[in-house]
């Protein structure tokens, strides 16, 4: 989810699981939105749950993910100590819908192109759901279901895209430390220092 968005906001201050979707398209052009938004796929090889408690992290990936309490996301202590921790000092929300999201179609083709960026991406989804889907250190494509309460935290230099589910609706927050840089670098970028750390770091924990 990246730039140009709806709904900017500066307050002071579920279950996700792992799937292994089949194919290595790397966007939505001649393909059917229907069968991206599924669940459940052909090809799907087995699930991974990304958390049984807060706080874990998705080994194969490193990509980590907690719960919260989306309800009183304008007023909770868990979010501002996680925001004080981790230096997110900006944040807005964003809400993807056919009915809000100018050109819908082009974002989300965008959405699902295969990148990476050079800081995290941290989404908070406060209502709706949608598919993260991120390659493993085999560089197999990884199907992140994610819903309301959930917080992801996606490495820099990862290769990564996004995908509503069928409900066709997520609002969700992006918290970034600093100004945020929302270029998105399609693969090929395996040149990019991001992705050189990120590799090396997945070599350390193999």
Same mark, same amino acid.
């Given at each position: 989810m990246g730039a140009g968005l709806l709904h900017r906001e500066r307050p002071a201050?579920?279950?996700? *699981? !792992?799937?292994?979707?089949?194919?290595? !398209?790397? %966007?939505v052009?001649?393909?059917?939105? $229907?069968?991206?938004? #599924?669940?459940?796929?052909?090809?799907?090889?087995? /699930? /991974?749950?990304l958390h049984e408690s807060q $706080? %874990?992290?998705?080994?194969h990936t490193h990509t980590r993910a907690?719960?919260? %309490? #989306?309800?009183?996301?304008?007023? &909770?202590?868990?979010?501002?100590k996680i925001r004080k921790e981790r230096h997110y000092s900006w944040m807005d929300i964003v809400t993807i819908s056919r009915e809000k999201?100018?050109?819908?179609?082009?974002?989300?083709?965008? +959405?699902?192109?295969?990148h990476l960026h050079l800081d995290e991406e941290i989404r908070y989804v406060l209502d709706g759901s949608g598919y993260f889907d991120v390659r493993d250190a085999?560089?197999?494509?990884?199907r992140i279901a994610v819903e309301k309460? &959930?917080?992801?935290?996606?490495?820099?230099?990862?290769?990564?895209? +996004?995908?509503? &589910?069928?409900?066709?609706?997520?609002? #969700?927050?992006?918290? +970034?430390?600093? *100004?945020? /840089?929302?270029? #998105?670098h399609n693969r090929p970028a395996d040149h990019l220092e991001a992705r050189g750390?990120?590799?090396? +770091?997945?070599a350390q924990r193999a």
């Amino acid at each position: 989810m990246g730039a140009g968005l709806l709904h900017r906001e500066r307050p002071a201050g579920g279950r996700m *699981e !792992a799937r292994q979707p089949a194919g290595d !398209a790397c %966007d939505v052009q001649g393909t059917d939105r $229907g069968g991206l938004q #599924a669940r459940t796929q052909p090809g799907l090889v087995g /699930v /991974v749950s990304l958390h049984e408690s807060q $706080g %874990d992290t998705h080994t194969h990936t490193h990509t980590r993910a907690i719960k919260l %309490d #989306a309800d009183k996301y304008e007023n &909770d202590p868990e979010l501002e100590k996680i925001r004080k921790e981790r230096h997110y000092s900006w944040m807005d929300i964003v809400t993807i819908s056919r009915e809000k999201l100018p050109d819908y179609e082009e974002k989300i083709k965008m +959405f699902y192109t295969e990148h990476l960026h050079l800081d995290e991406e941290i989404r908070y989804v406060l209502d709706g759901s949608g598919y993260f889907d991120v390659r493993d250190a085999e560089d197999r494509w990884i199907r992140i279901a994610v819903e309301k309460g &959930d917080m992801i935290t996606l490495p820099a230099g990862i290769y990564h895209r +996004f995908t509503l &589910d069928e409900q066709n609706y997520v609002k #969700a927050m992006r918290l +970034f430390v600093g *100004e945020p /840089v929302w270029t #998105a670098h399609n693969r090929p970028a395996d040149h990019l220092e991001a992705r050189g750390r990120y590799m090396a +770091f997945l070599a350390q924990r193999a």
